[in-house]
């Protein structure tokens, strides 16, 4: 609840074992929209199929491979388009090739796809393959792997926000020592690599849920989002957090995509078109901007709670309520036992039991 988005606003579904999580972007979304909410715009959707080139033996060098599918570049399109005319059809198809040299014997060829509202898996390996025959006859290099690559970097979601101090204060801080305490866990994240794979696990805490309520395959978004956080050659966050000139706290993220509203599992899983009922959302694009906006909404709660009180009360709270219900409470009684073990700071399946029977009796 609470996410606001370029002035719309959206319920958004998550699919996620930990009640907390919801919870927590849920809060940290309310405390975005005191600030107008979320600003995001996504990439044009453009995928990258991959064509992996051995030399074995062939006359060309590396370089002339480059120089002949730069020759090549329109025939290539060409053939890649011809591979998917539909999608040509919806104002997709293929928009450019790159070549690079990864070693004397080793080159690689991509092929840069505008997917349109798929995912694009399985256009893209279609591609690869076709593309790949083509590209073995002009080079005389072999042709080894054609598979899409997962680095979707030409297809990423930006999102950015602005919070008002005061609604950051609480547990006993002032709005201005909150901000000042994110600022400083956001550097923390900035400068060693261990504190930004736990940063960044608080951001997908909120993107995979939205991924898989979608029907969308949260594996290669994952593999993107981290393998975009290493791109300078040490791994680092993917949000970033600063305060402005007036006091406000500024969040930025930006990650790879890689998602649908069209094609795939959603053509047969009601569950997933259902979600994408409950978003209202037009296209994949928008998709992306809303995933990217509940990952960083989930920063913002991880980080606040860390750089406050510290997560574990509010996570033992919530999950005071499914040991309560664990331990056989129903009704207001969930809450009643859930709230006695939170206050003893025992959250513990036997302390439930015992609470549940002395309730039950009185
Ligand atoms: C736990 O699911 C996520 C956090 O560890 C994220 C973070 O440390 O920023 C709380």
Redesign the pocket.
Do not use: D, P, Q
């Given at each position: 609840t609470n996410f606001r988005i370029n002035g719309r606003d959206y319920l958004v579904p998550m699919c996620v074992e930990e009640a907390s999580?919801v919870a927590a972007a849920s809060n940290a979304a309310k405390m975005i929209r005191a600030g107008g909410g979320f600003a995001a715009h996504s990439d044009p959707p453009w995928m990258i199929a991959q064509v992996q080139l051995v030399r074995e033996g062939a006359r060309r060098s590396a370089v002339d491979v480059l120089a002949v599918v730069r020759e090549h570049e329109h025939e290539l399109l060409a053939l890649a388009d011809a591979a998917h005319p539909r999608l040509v059809a919806r104002g997709g198809g293929a928009r450019a090739i790159e070549a690079r040299v990864l070693a004397d014997d080793m080159t690689v060829v991509h092929v840069l796809v505008d997917c349109q509202d798929a995912m694009g898996a399985n256009l893209l390996n279609t591609v690869a393959e076709q593309v790949a025959v083509r590209l073995a006859a002009l080079t005389g290099w072999n042709p080894g792997l054609r598979i899409l690559s997962n680095l979707a970097d030409r297809r990423r979601a930006h999102v950015a926000c602005r919070v008002p101090a005061a609604a950051l204060a609480g547990k006993g801080f002032t709005g201005p020592e909150v901000v000042a305490r994110i600022v400083a866990a956001s550097r923390f994240a900035e400068l060693d690599p261990y504190r930004a794979a736990?940063?960044n696990?608080?951001i997908m805490?909120g993107v995979d849920p939205v991924v898989i309520a979608t029907g969308n395959d949260w594996r290669g978004v994952e593999a993107g989002a981290h393998a975009y956080a290493a791109r300078s050659g040490s791994y680092g966050p993917l949000a970033v957090w600063r305060s402005d000139a007036d006091g406000a706290l500024v969040g930025r993220l930006e990650l790879p995509m890689a998602v649908g509203t069209v094609g795939g599992t959603l053509r047969v899983h009601p569950g997933a078109r259902l979600s994408l009922r409950i978003l209202g959302i037009e296209n994949a694009g928008e998709l992306g901007m809303v995933i990217a906006s509940v990952g960083l909404a989930s920063?913002l709660a991880?980080?606040r709670?860390?750089a406050t009180e510290g997560?574990q009360r509010g996570h033992m709270s919530l999950h005071a309520r499914s040991v309560a219900v664990a331990a056989g409470a129903r009704g207001e009684l969930v809450d009643r036992v859930a709230a006695e073990l939170a206050s003893l700071g025992d959250v513990s399946a036997a302390r439930a039991a015992e609470i549940l029977s002395r309730l039950q009796q009185s």
């Open positions: 999580v736990t940063h696990k608080g805490n920063n991880a980080l709670a860390l997560i």
